[in-house]
């Protein structure tokens, strides 16, 4: 058995899914700095050393073609004007004679601790041998770069990557600052997003818990009008509910009205047979009134199956089967069935339609679309007046004009007629049961159309069906 509270999402469920989403978000976030930061970290160091060897290169082949040309002497010389004009901090140069021994030997005063015997190197003419020397104490680097002299002599000069590893060490405080601040950010900026992006979904929630809670279907989602998603989701729920509150309106009042117009012909039912039964007159009486029953009968049978037309056409519940319709020969159909009516009430009832018009649609279903404006057509037209049936396109559309001459509706009757059981004071008199447009409209709009009237008291009305441009390939006829 499964109860309605397993397909409830449950609070928990929606945080994990508010949590998710902020954790997203903030991973997300403080990743993509996390790799910046790395990124540009790498690049700056690796820039840093490119650098220290270039100006170990430079130095390196400027202090040897001064040894060349100078010998020490010359070396010295310009050792010094280099300090001397702060040109870069204080490089290790030293010139090692054939047995090992130092020519000349420049270091650093604060340098101490590098093993140099790991520098007796003996790199091959025109090639340069580069050698890493580490401090014990300091952990600092020196960077050697060796190369053999034409005499023999092998020549070195070499930084220490002290300078560039404090640069870094500051570097990364400050990085990791900023990482600091931008972790914060991610955070909070999680918390917004989650906040604003579950926002209207809880507020979505709410409402249909209310509605779920009270039955009551008036509660509506709050707009927010920010043109994003999520109001839109709002918009169509909000729409849904008009539409679902319209409908149960017109069902209500539907079912009142049927309630309503069922009482007259019941009452006359039961008075009908109570008037039989207490009367003392022969058989053929009896069978009178049987059959006055039988028609009342008939008319509310009528009048139940065509309300369960309407409700059918218009939850969509109606099966159509549809087929290619001549619009003339519809049209003539309908007027061949009331030619004679028409002619009673001295009518002229004529037709005219563009010829190859067509449609795809239920033909038994046009025909009584037709036959009830016709209907009416004729009911509220006094002798003498005329009635025209037309079929025309409009742009792409298929559209059908029922023309009369008749008493017209007055303004304020014009938009109610389509409703069900509504019928003018003016008709009253005539018989009907004011469901006749409200089919009509039901068929055409499940057809996909649309209906329309323009009227003038006094002077007629003029009925309009106008069919969509777009039909579905027509079906060829069973
Ligand atoms: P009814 O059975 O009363 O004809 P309908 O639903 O067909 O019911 O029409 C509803 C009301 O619309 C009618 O009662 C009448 O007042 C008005 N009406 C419909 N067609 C016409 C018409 N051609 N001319 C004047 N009034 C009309």
Not at 7 to 26: C, E, I, Q, V
Not at 192 to 216: C, D, E, H, N, Q
Request: charge should be negative.
């Amino acid at each position: 058995m499964c109860s309605s509270s397993a397909a409830r999402p449950t609070g928990d469920s929606r945080y994990t899914f508010g949590f998710r989403l902020a954790a997203w978000y903030a991973v997300l976030f403080v990743g993509s700095a996390l790799v910046l930061i790395a990124l540009t970290y790498v690049l700056l160091a690796s820039t840093l050393r490119q650098r220290d060897h270039e100006i170990i290169q430079s130095t390196l082949e400027k202090y040897a073609s001064q040894y060349e040309q100078d010998g020490v002497p010359g070396l010295v010389a310009a050792i010094r004007s280099d300090r001397l004009a702060g040109q870069h901090e204080t490089l290790f140069v030293r010139a090692v004679g054939a047995y090992a021994q130092a020519v000349y030997f420049s270091s650093p005063e604060d340098w101490s601790g590098f093993d140099l015997g790991r520098l007796d190197v003996a790199p091959l003419p025109d090639t340069k041998v580069w050698s890493d020397v580490r401090a014990a104490q300091t952990g600092d680097v020196l960077e050697v770069a060796s190369v053999r002299l034409p005499d023999g002599i092998i020549f070195q000069v070499g930084k220490s990557t002290g300078s560039r590893e404090d640069l870094l060490a500051r570097f990364r405080t400050v990085m990791l600052l900023a990482f600091g601040a931008v972790s914060l950010v991610g955070l909070g900026g999680a918390v917004f997003i989650t906040r604003s992006t579950l926002g209207p979904i809880r507020r979505l929630i709410a409402v249909v818990r209310r509605i779920m809670a009270t039955g009551r279907i008036e509660a509506r989602v709050p707009a927010r009008e920010t043109g994003d998603a999520l109001d839109e989701l709002s918009t169509l729920f909000n729409g849904m509910l008009d539409r679902i509150e319209s409908l149960i309106a017109g069902m209500r009042g539907s079912l009142d009205n049927v309630a309503h117009d069922l009482r007259t012909p019941m009452m006359r039912l039961r008075s009908i047979a109570e008037t039989a039964l207490e009367s003392d007159r022969g058989p053929e009486a009896l069978r009178e009134a049987l059959a006055d029953c039988l028609e009342e009968s008939d008319r509310v049978v009528a009048m139940l199956t065509t309300v369960m037309d309407i409700s059918e056409a218009e939850t969509g519940t109606m099966k159509l089967v549809r087929e290619r319709v001549d619009v003339a020969h519809l049209l003539q159909e309908t007027v061949d069935l009331y030619a004679d009516v028409a002619e009673e009430k001295q009518q002229a009832l004529g037709t005219t339609a563009a010829p190859e018009l067509s449609l795809n649609a239920d033909h038994n279903r046009l025909r009584q679309v037709m036959a009830n404006l016709v209907d009416n057509a004729v009911k509220y037209t006094p002798a003498g007046g005329s009635i025209a049936l037309e079929g025309r396109t409009d742009g792409n559309s298929v559209v059908i004009d029922v023309r009369d001459t008749g008493i017209g509706i007055p303004p304020d009757d014009l938009p109610r007629v389509w409703e069900r059981l509504y019928r003018a004071d003016a008709s009253r008199s005539e018989r009907g049961l004011g469901l006749g447009l409200s089919l009509v409209r039901a068929i055409v709009e499940a057809h996909g159309g649309r209906v329309a009237v323009t009227s003038r008291p006094g002077e007629g009305s003029t009925f309009t069906l106008v069919f969509p441009a777009q039909h579905p390939p027509a079906m060829p006829p069973e």
